[in-house]
């Protein structure tokens, strides 16, 4: 099982609130990323991370920031949540292992609703 | 911009009987990932094909990609009630992987 976690589980929280969604790695990978789901539906990049201080924006980044300033840690800030940002929200890490291989190990997600 | 269609969306086959999803990519991808996730869960790696052509095998699932890497199938044979969840794939493209829409096969016994 990967070592991969990420906090709260479950948030419920009102329009207009700034929220921070942890994500922490313990396999000491590079790579992390975050992704957004909704039920049933496919994974949409967000962020993503090639090590620290490294950050990149994916094609559903525009209203929240990460930062890497340590190996392990890869928080999700959305700085004014708003309904539309009612979703689950995962994380996930890999190590390049030569020859393009890049497993991605995905935390448990976290479920945010936003009133 | 860059797609990964996946079709079919739904599947639904009796105990024993073969499945296939098939991914297109809008682009030449420099891999393919598969990962299978539960009903309530998150996605768990299956495998990743790199090579043109490339075919693989693991016990009743044959994963293969295309000659141009713009496409890939995940066939399983004789499911089991144990094969139910969905099932996505995840094109490589300029670093950024590109998920497919997955397709939720349903197994019944």
């Known amino acids: 099982e990967a070592d991969i976690y990420q906090t709260p589980r479950y948030l419920v929280i009102g329009t207009g609130k700034k929220i921070t969604l942890e994500c922490s790695q313990t396999?000491?990978?590079?790579?992390m990323y975050w992704y957004q789901q909704d039920p049933g539906m496919e994974l949409h990049l967000i962020h993503y991370?090639?090590?620290?201080?490294?950050?990149e924006k994916g094609d559903l980044s525009s209203e929240s920031t990460v930062s890497r300033i340590r190996t392990e840690h890869f928080p999700l800030t959305l700085e004014s949540a708003r309904p539309s940002h009612t979703s689950q929200y995962l994380c996930?890490?890999?190590?390049?292992?030569?020859?393009?291989?890049?497993?991605?190990?995905f935390g448990p997600g976290t479920r945010l609703t936003v009133l | 911009g860059q797609q990964v269609m996946q079709i079919p969306q739904y599947q639904h086959v009796q105990e024993g009987e073969d499945f296939t999803t098939y991914c297109n990519s809008s682009?030449?991808?420099?891999?393919i990932q598969w990962y299978k996730q539960r009903p309530g869960g998150h996605p768990v790696f299956l495998i990743q094909l790199v090579k043109s052509g490339e075919v693989k095998k693991q016990k009743r699932l044959t994963f293969q990609f295309g000659e141009a890497k713009k496409n890939s199938s995940l066939h399983i044979t004789a499911t089991q009630t144990t094969d139910v969840g969905t099932y996505f794939c995840a094109g490589l493209d300029f670093n950024k992987f590109y998920f497919g829409s997955g397709t939720k096969l349903n197994v019944k016994p």
């Open positions: 682009t030449t991808l420099s891999n």
């Open positions: 396999m000491g990978h590079d790579k």
């Open positions: 996930a890490s890999s190590e390049y292992l030569g020859q393009g291989t890049d497993e991605q190990f």
């Open positions: 991370s090639y090590g620290v201080n490294s950050t």
